[in-house]
Nanobody, 116 residues
């Protein structure tokens, strides 16, 4: 049974920083890409940042230069360091893990609220 457990998040003032973490466990299949998505009220879920197993990263345009994604392959964890937060970053953030054969799993979601 694959589990993605997220931690971090919360309430922060605009301009502040937060760190999200996600730990994947329970799979015997190779873990490939990991990513963070977010969904604000009334909006579609969007990609925030992704990282491959060999460390290649990609970011959504709205977070480039402010957010940094990283992972620890030995622990199957992925982190999202968020800096210079804006009110528009307020959303529920989800961790996503993609395994071999395209199997994907999602974390439980973590609320991030940025007050202006």
């Amino acid at each position: 049974q694959v589990q993605l457990v997220q931690s971090g998040g919360g309430l922060v003032q605009a301009g502040g920083s937060l760190r999200l973490s996600c730990a994947a466990s329970g799979s015997r299949v190779t873990l490939n890409a990991m990513a963070w998505y977010r969904q604000a009220p009334g909006k579609q879920r969007e990609l925030v940042a992704g990282i491959t197993s060999d460390g290649k990263t990609n970011y959504g345009d709205s977070v480039k230069g402010r957010f940094t994604i990283s992972r620890d392959n030995s622990k199957n964890t992925v982190d999202l360091q968020m800096s210079s937060l804006k009110a528009e970053d307020t959303a529920v953030y989800y961790c996503k893990a993609t395994y071999s054969w395209g199997l994907t799993y999602w974390g439980q979601g973590t609320q991030v609220t940025v007050s202006s």
